[in-house]
C-alpha cells in the first residue's frame, strides 16, 4: 500500500492550502486517517483525524482553522487549511490506519511527508 500526499507549498500568513493523500495498492480496507505534523528533530505530533463513520478531532491549535474530510471511494484524505499561521509551518504526514488483507493485522502506513511554509 502507498499513500501518496499532495499540496504543500509556501504561503503567506492568513492564507490556505489543501492537502490531499490518496492510499494505493492492494488494499482490503481503512479505518481512521489522519494528518500529523513535525518538525526537525521533533515529535510527530496529530493535527487531525477522521474516522470510518466520519467523525474527527482536532489539535486544539488548529480548531476552527482547519478541517479535515475523507472520500472512502477514492481511499482519499484531505486537510483544507485556512488562516494560515507562521507556526503553522511544518512537515505534514497523512497516515490510514488499514488492513491490507481481509485477515491480515491494522497496521498504520504513513505517507512520505509535504512541507507547509507560512511565511510573516
Known amino acids: 500500500v502507498q499513500l501518496q500526499a499532495s499540496g504543500g507549498g509556501l504561503v503567506q500568513a492568513g492564507g490556505s492550502l489543501a492537502l490531499s493523500c490518496a492510499a494505493s495498492g492492494s488494499l482490503y480496507s481503512i479505518n481512521h486517517m489522519g494528518w500529523y505534523r513535525q518538525g526537525s528533530g521533533e515529535t510527530r505530533l496529530l493535527v487531525a483525524v477522521i474516522l470510518a463513520n466520519g467523525s474527527t478531532n482536532y489539535a486544539d491549535s488548529v480548531k476552527g482553522r482547519f478541517a479535515i474530510s475523507r472520500d472512502n471511494a477514492k481511499n482519499t484524505v484531505y486537510l483544507q487549511m485556512n488562516s494560515l499561521k507562521p507556526e503553522d509551518t511544518d512537515v505534514y504526514y497523512c497516515?490510514?490506519?488499514?488492513?491490507?488483507?481481509?485477515?491480515?493485522?491494522?497496521?498504520?502506513?504513513w505517507g512520505q511527508g509535504t512541507l507547509v511554509t507560512v511565511s510573516s
Open positions: 497516515s490510514a490506519d488499514l488492513r491490507a488483507t481481509i485477515d491480515g493485522p491494522l497496521r498504520r502506513d
